[in-house]
């Protein structure tokens, strides 16, 4: 079965410093997204892209984050200089269809910031 | 804008026996409903959804779930447990047609031997 894939599965990384989450969507997927869940607390939406636009983002999403689709498998998330409450586990998700209602979400990816 | 309250952060239960997961929700819009399962060390695993129809959805693993619009509710239960199902449930809610998914904060299902 068809899965999204994130990399790395850990993260730890200096405050300051850049940092580039990687995801693999499913392969015939167009709409893709960024979750967050910061330990203890709910997942929180970030940012909703589609045909290589970001459709929606939240008030969470400011200028330090980014989004981007390099090729045609990737799609990563970018935080410019991190801080320590960017720690959190990072979900990515993608659909065929667009929508709430059929979103398919990777294992996520551990971020620690020192 | 739409929120969902999970009352229940822990819910410990015997195995064989029932278990209920409360949420409830409040938006001004019309809702899509849902119910994640995440295992440990695992990602965000879909149970059930509720778009539209009937108000007695199934999923996966025999959990069912009921949307109550009355009472803003989409209760997850579940006729007998399993040790395998100690996870973190997940309910959640969209505005119909739309993109983002609001999550609530998880309860965690501890399955007693």
């Known amino acids: 079965e068809p899965e999204v894939t994130q990399t790395p599965s850990h993260q730890v990384t200096q405050m300051g410093q850049e940092v580039i989450l990687r995801c693999v969507p499913i392969?015939?997927?167009?709409?893709f997204y960024w979750y967050r869940q910061i330990l203890g607390q709910k997942v929180e939406f970030l940012v909703s892209?589609?045909?290589?636009?970001?459709?929606?983002k939240s008030e969470i999403f400011d200028d330090q984050f980014s989004v981007e689709r390099p090729d045609g498998s990737n799609f990563t998330l970018k935080i410019r200089s991190t801080k320590l409450e960017d720690s959190a586990m990072y979900f990515c998700?993608?659909?065929?269809?667009?929508?709430?209602?059929?979103?398919?979400f990777g294992p996520g990816t551990r971020l620690t910031v020192t | 804008a739409q929120s969902v309250t999970q009352l229940d952060s822990q819910v410990p239960v015997f195995e064989e026996a029932p278990v209920e997961l409360r949420c409830n929700y409040s938006?001004?819009?019309?809702?899509?409903l849902f119910w994640y399962v995440q295992y440990p060390n695992q990602g965000l695993q879909l149970l059930l959804k509720?778009?539209?129809?009937?108000?007695l959805v199934k999923g996966i693993n025999g959990f069912e779930a009921e949307f109550n619009k009355s009472q803003t509710s989409f209760h997850l239960r579940k006729p007998s447990v399993h040790i395998s199902d100690t996870a973190e449930y997940f309910c959640?809610?969209?505005?119909?047609?739309?993109?983002?998914?609001?999550f609530g904060k998880g309860t965690r299902l501890h399955i007693l031997p």
């Open positions: 998700a993608s659909s065929g269809v667009g929508g709430s209602y059929e979103q398919y």
């Open positions: 509720y778009l539209s129809g009937s108000t």
């Open positions: 392969s015939n997927h167009l709409y």
């Open positions: 892209f589609y045909n290589n636009e970001i459709s929606e």
């Open positions: 938006s001004s819009v019309s809702v899509y």
């Open positions: 959640a809610v969209s505005e119909e047609g739309g993109d983002k998914i609001i």
